[in-house]
């Protein structure tokens, strides 16, 4: 039901309004023959000197302000303006009328703070007015301008409380209305408003957050940007359509302005999406727009990351030394340029000159003792590969090499510039387990290796890391008659095999035929026990041989006891050996029920030692050659997991519905798999 009621004014009004009628009165003003005192009219109420319901006088009345205790002692410190009180939500939808030229006050009460509403004005028989307040009738609310409007306001509740008024348009004749209040969502479905965003420190960029929002926006704002770098804003492990939005804090709207067309993703899908922008400030404002569809909320991993920024200027290039073996340095480019100065060469020396490790187009500049940078040298063999490597094989007539490295992307690129002589090819080189890791290298055919000295009859796994170019991992014991692994890699590889009656293993490592054959590299070998797993909680099923065309496949379980009370952070670790994971589905099954697809059907090698986390910054989709001992993202986020119970049987999936014809001695093989909760 409603009621009636009054809202008092401050008496600081009643006293102006006062002082003013009196001056008006000693000045003579107005027609005083019958000491009548002149009236000043307000809004539903007046101001005079004569005794009335609501005044103030000279004279004691019953509503006077006076020194001694009257029947309405509030009324001394305001006056009254008339409101209509409706209970949220008993009185929803009301129905109500207005007439020509009036302004009607509402109060709703029982709001729930925190929550958003959505008041609107519906049907009205002519133009109204609408205005909400966020103290009653002082402070206007601040409404949503993305879901606001002359009738609507969309807003978050501060209190258990509001106001609001509805006018009648100037020159109308009045109209008839509806008022309704709709409650929207509760806090905890959404994050920030337009005009207080949840902020962030840049400080704290290198963490991700998983956020959430409604079927509406959630706000932020990150603070502590530097002017002039680029910055790289992820929306990860999204569990429905939300989207990223850049936000013009003067209007609430978002803008897209900010955002380079070249590194943005489709904001229309529930996959992955990033924006590379360059900072004009130090602060970024964004929101993340849910799915009008979606009646409860969507949830999403926020990060922001500041890009690599480029290292030395061409008047003051980055010094490193050449020490006679080989130059291995982590470097980084933005959208600019790298200058470097390697002090050490050897003169007349033939060497190599490489960028390995990128997954973006960079270019690589060499100078000879050219410290201006103008007269590359030219290289007897090179190459230029988007996704690889490039490098110059050069032979240098001074003794400072300076190099330069181009970029025009935005996101920037880290990479390992190598300066090293020329590789070679080894051949039969015995290692015994006790010289490990073992820095080798192989030329445009092979090089090849005995590691001896392991347990016999033991699972290892054979690894290659460090690598600056694409090479070719091949192993198998010496009593095998055929390969037992085969490994093509960029960066690292690793597979598995028994190390036979003899506890030998045979490593043969060759550069990529299918990269224009260009010169190998450089690498380290080392040989491990299998299965250095480092989550809480490892198989003891396992291993488990995966059939071939099955749609059911196999399930492996852990039994999880005395884990945390409650999940905040999932990581799964897996060991499957499969020749063809382009047929494979990986999925995690909780102790409540709730499937998580991990992997389906995707191309590349086998997962040794192959982690799934919603914070790595890679997605499986596209991992490809780079599985070994990495973290990924998995297809699916595992945070919706977030908040159950770690305690109780945990299952993993894993099923190769497609049919194969698999021959190898190996075949599909879950060797091991683990789980951490944090």
């Not at 929803?92 to 709001?111: G, H, Q």
């Not at 530097?226 to 804003?233: A, F, L, M, Q, S």
């Not at 389906?600 to 192959?610: F, K, L, Q």
């Amino acid at each position: 039901m409603y009621k009636n009621t009054h809202l008092k004014i401050p008496q600081r009004l009643q006293i102006i309004i006062g002082v003013l009628a009196l001056i008006f009165i000693l000045t003579g003003c107005g027609d005083t023959s019958n000491n009548e005192q002149p009236i000043i009219e307000t809004t539903e109420t007046t101001e005079t000197t004569e005794t009335t319901e609501t005044t103030e006088t000279t004279e004691t009345t019953e509503t006077t302000e006076t020194s001694e205790t009257s029947e309405t002692s509030e009324t001394s410190e305001t006056s009254e303006i008339a409101y209509i009180e409706l209970n949220y939500p008993t009185d929803f939808s009301y129905i109500d009328t207005i007439e020509a030229n009036v302004e009607k006050f509402y109060k709703i009460n029982n709001l729930t703070v925190g929550s958003r509403y959505q008041l609107t004005i519906k049907n009205p028989s002519e133009p109204v007015l609408l205005n909400v307040f966020r103290d009653l009738f002082i402070t206007d609310i601040q409404c949503d301008p993305n879901y606001s409007s002359d009738h609507t306001c969309n807003f978050v509740s501060e209190n258990s409380n509001i106001g609001f008024s509805v006018a009648s348009a100037y020159g109308y004749i009045g109209s008839n209305f509806d008022i309704e209040l709709t409650h929207l969502s509760d806090a905890d479905h959404f994050e920030g408003t337009w005009y207080k965003p949840l902020i962030r420190n840049i400080t704290d960029s290198e963490k991700s957050y998983i956020s959430i929002v409604d079927n509406y926006n959630s706000y932020y704002q990150f603070i502590g940007l530097e002017p002039g770098r680029n910055y790289t804003i992820r929306y990860d492990g999204k569990t429905d359509h939300a989207s990223l939005l850049f936000l013009d804090l003067s209007s609430g709207k978002p803008i897209h302005k900010d955002c380079n067309p070249d590194t943005r993703t489709n904001i229309t899908s529930n996959k992955d999406e990033a924006c590379t922008f360059k900072a004009n400030s130090s602060k970024l404002s964004l929101i993340a727009k849910g799915n009008s569809y979606n009646p409860d909320n969507s949830k999403f991993i926020m990060t922001l990351t500041p890009e690599p920024l480029p290292e030395g200027n061409i008047l003051t290039p980055l010094s490193l030394i050449y020490t006679g073996d080989l130059l291995d340095y982590n470097a980084s480019i933005d959208d600019t340029n790298s200058y470097y100065h390697v002090k050490g060469i050897e003169i007349g020396n033939e060497y190599m000159i490489r960028l390995s490790g990128k997954n973006l187009p960079i270019s690589l500049n060499i100078y000879d003792g050219d410290d201006s940078f103008s007269n590359p040298v030219l290289c007897s063999t090179s190459a230029y590969n988007k996704t690889t490597t490039d490098y110059c094989i050069t032979t240098l007539n001074t003794s400072d090499l300076y190099i330069k490295v181009n970029s025009s992307i935005p996101q920037g690129v880290r990479y390992t510039l190598n300066v090293s002589n020329v590789p070679k090819d080894e051949h039969n080189i015995i290692i015994p387990i006790v010289n490990l890791p073992y820095s080798g290298q192989v030329d445009y055919f092979s090089s090849t290796y005995v590691v001896n000295g392991l347990d016999a009859d033991r699972l290892y796994v054979a690894e290659i890391t460090d690598v600056n170019s694409i090479l070719s991992l091949i192993a198998w014991d010496d009593e095998s008659s055929y390969v037992s692994c085969r490994f093509l890699t960029r960066i690292s590889g690793g597979c598995l095999l028994n190390s036979g009656p003899n506890g030998n293993i045979n490593i043969r490592v060759e550069p990529s035929v299918s990269d224009n054959n260009e010169p190998g590299g450089t690498f380290k070998i080392n040989v491990k026990p299998a299965f250095l797993f480092t989550t809480d909680f490892i198989s003891e099923d396992t291993p488990i041989i995966v059939p071939d065309d099955s749609n059911t496949g196999i399930n492996s379980q852990i039994y999880v006891t005395d884990a945390v009370a409650k999940i905040s952070n999932i990581t799964i670790e897996i060991f499957l050996a499969h020749g063809y994971t382009s047929d494979v589905n990986i999925q995690l099954i909780s102790p409540e029920g709730v499937t998580i697809p991990l992997v389906s059907h995707i191309h590349g090698s086998e997962y040794t030692n192959t982690k799934f986390n919603d914070y790595a910054k890679t997605n499986i989709n596209n991992s490809s050659l780079l599985r070994y001992n990495n973290t990924f993202r998995p297809i699916s986020p595992l945070h919706i997991l977030n908040g159950g119970d770690a305690n109780g049987i945990w299952t993993l999936n894993i099923a190769d519905d497609t049919y194969s014809n698999r021959t190898d001695a190996l075949g599909g093989m879950l060797h091991q798999w683990g789980i951490s909760f944090q």
